[in-house]
T-cell receptor, first 115, second 116 residues
Framework: AQKITQTQPGMFVQEKEAVTLDCTYDTSDPSYGLFWYKQPSSGEMIFLIYQGSYDQQNATEGRYSLNFQKARKSANLVISASQLGDSAMYFCAMREGLTGNQFYFGTGTSLTVIP | GAVVSQHPSRVICKSGTSVKIECRSLDFQATTMFWYRQFPKQSLMLMATSNEGSKATYEQGVEKDKFLINHASLTLSTLTVTSAHPEDSSFYIC????????????FGQGTRLTVV
C-alpha cells in the first residue's frame, strides 16, 4: 500500500486565489511527521511546512497552511494568495516514528499559477 | 542558505564511465545521509541510506555494486555511479535529517546525470 497518496497530478489556480493540494497517508505508527516540499524546475527541494502527529493545531507558515484531519489521515496543503512563483511540483511526505529518518514521498502535484 | 551542498549540479558522461556525486553538510554533522533518485515527472525514490563509518543500507532492487556510497566523514557522503549506462540518466538528490526542526530533512540541490 502507498504510504503517501497525492491524487492530483496537475492543478491550476488563478493568481491571488487560494488552492488546496490533497494528500492522504497510511501508517499504523502513532508517531509520525507530515511534510510538504516544493520543487521548482531547478530541482531543489524546498521545505514548506511540517505537522506532527501529536500537534493539536494545524500548522501554518506564512501563506502555507496544513489542513490536518487525523481521523481521515489527510494532510492537505493550502496556499493562499497564489503567486506566479508558486508554480512548481509539490510533494507530500511522511516520516514514521520518533527515530525513523526515512521519508516517504507522494507522487507529487504540479501546480500552475495563471496570471 | 543551503545547509546541504551537492555537487555537481549537472554532469554528462559517456557510457561506461563512472561519476561521483558529493553531498556535504554545512555547519552541522550528518551521521546519516539519504540518497534519492527521481525520474522525470515522478516522485523521489529512496536508493540507499549512508551512515558515517559503516556500510550503506540499500533499498530493494538497488545494485550496491553499481551505486557505491561512501560516508567517510560526518560532513561528506558520496555516491558513485559506476559503469554508467543511459538508463542511469536521472536526477539524484541527497538529504540529511535536521537536528533542530522536528524531523525535517535538508536536501541538496540535486544532480542531473545524463549518460550518452
Amino acid at each position: 500500500a502507498q504510504k503517501i497518496t497525492q491524487t492530483q497530478p496537475g492543478m491550476f489556480v488563478q493568481e491571488k486565489e487560494a488552492v488546496t493540494l490533497d494528500c492522504t497517508y497510511d501508517t499504523s505508527d502513532p508517531s509520525y511527521g507530515l511534510f510538504w516540499y516544493k520543487q521548482p524546475s531547478s530541482g531543489e527541494m524546498i521545505f514548506l511546512i511540517y505537522q506532527g502527529s501529536y500537534d493539536q493545531q494545524n500548522a501554518t507558515e506564512g501563506r502555507y497552511s496544513l489542513n490536518f484531519q487525523k481521523a481521515r489521515k489527510s494532510a492537505n496543503l493550502v496556499i493562499s494568495a497564489s503567486q506566479l512563483g508558486d508554480s512548481a511540483m509539490y510533494f507530500c511526505a511522511m516520516r514514521e516514528g520518533l527515530t525513523g529518518n526515512q521519508f516517504y514521498f507522494g507522487t507529487g502535484t504540479s501546480l500552475t499559477v495563471i496570471p | 542558505g543551503a545547509v546541504v551542498s551537492q555537487h555537481p549540479s549537472r554532469v554528462i558522461c559517456k557510457s561506461g564511465t563512472s561519476v561521483k556525486i558529493e553531498c556535504r553538510s554545512l555547519d552541522f554533522q550528518a551521521t546519516t545521509m539519504f540518497w534519492y533518485r527521481q525520474f522525470p515527472k515522478q516522485s523521489l525514490m529512496l536508493m540507499a541510506t549512508s551512515n558515517e563509518g559503516s556500510k550503506a543500507t540499500y533499498e530493494q532492487g538497488v545494485e550496491k555494486d553499481k551505486f557505491l556510497i561512501n560516508h567517510a566523514s560526518l560532513t561528506l557522503s558520496t555516491l558513485t555511479v559506476t559503469s554508467a549506462h543511459p538508463e542511469d540518466s536521472s536526477f539524484y538528490i541527497c538529504s540529511a535529517p535536521s537536528r533542530d526542526r522536528a524531523g525535517e530533512a535538508f536536501f541538496g540541490q540535486g544532480t542531473r546525470l545524463t549518460v550518452v
